[in-house]
């Protein structure tokens, strides 16, 4: 699984995405802050903003590693196609808005799920009692 986790500033997108590193296993790419050295990521994701570019390279080189992987970029909205083109790649598409619900861009048959606290904690979330996961199937239009 490869889920990219999008939001406003300070929604939890970070808190959430250390939790998933430390308490669930996946590897952890801060766009923000340049997190891949040494992976050989870097370039690969440089390259989509080049002329030509394409997500292609980027989301192959994370499905050789055979683990989960959440990116955590807070998207500018002059880069919505890049979104666009790694829900293409079968990237998952999350948004953490104000109030931190998770809205997610998967398809799971456009199912309701409530992440319980107690299963799910992650430290800092501004809402610890439920988190609500709304899957909202294709998204033409992401927020």
Same mark, same amino acid.
């Given at each position: 699984?490869?889920?990219?986790?999008? &939001?406003?500033?300070?929604?939890?997108?970070?808190?959430?995405?250390?939790?998933?590193?430390?308490?669930? &296993?996946?590897?952890?790419?801060?766009?923000?802050?340049?997190?891949?050295?040494?992976?050989?990521?870097?370039?690969?994701?440089?390259? /989509?903003?080049?002329?030509?570019?394409?997500?292609?390279?980027?989301?192959?080189?994370?499905?050789?590693?055979?683990?989960?992987?959440? /990116?955590?970029?807070?998207?500018?909205?002059?880069?919505?196609?890049?979104?666009?083109?790694?829900?293409?790649?079968?990237?998952?598409?999350?948004?953490?808005?104000?109030?931190?619900?998770?809205?997610?861009?998967?398809?799971?048959?456009?199912?309701?799920?409530?992440?319980?606290?107690?299963?799910?904690?992650?430290?800092?979330?501004?809402?610890?009692?439920?988190?609500?996961?709304?899957?909202?199937?294709?998204?033409?239009?992401?927020?």
């Amino acid at each position: 699984m490869i889920l990219l986790v999008s &939001g406003i500033p300070a929604s939890g997108k970070s808190t959430y995405c250390r939790w998933l590193e430390q308490d669930q &296993g996946f590897i952890h790419f801060d766009i923000d802050v340049q997190m891949f050295q040494g992976t050989g990521v870097g370039p690969r994701w440089n390259s /989509i903003f080049h002329p030509g570019g394409s997500t292609k390279p980027f989301v192959s080189t994370l499905r050789q590693w055979l683990r989960s992987v959440v /990116i955590d970029w807070g998207f500018p909205p002059a880069k919505l196609g890049v979104v666009r083109d790694l829900k293409e790649e079968g990237v998952e598409i999350s948004w953490f808005d104000a109030t931190g619900l998770l809205l997610s861009g998967n398809t799971l048959n456009g199912a309701t799920a409530h992440l319980n606290a107690s299963k799910h904690k992650s430290p800092g979330l501004k809402q610890p009692g439920r988190k609500l996961l709304r899957c909202l199937g294709p998204t033409s239009s992401l927020p």
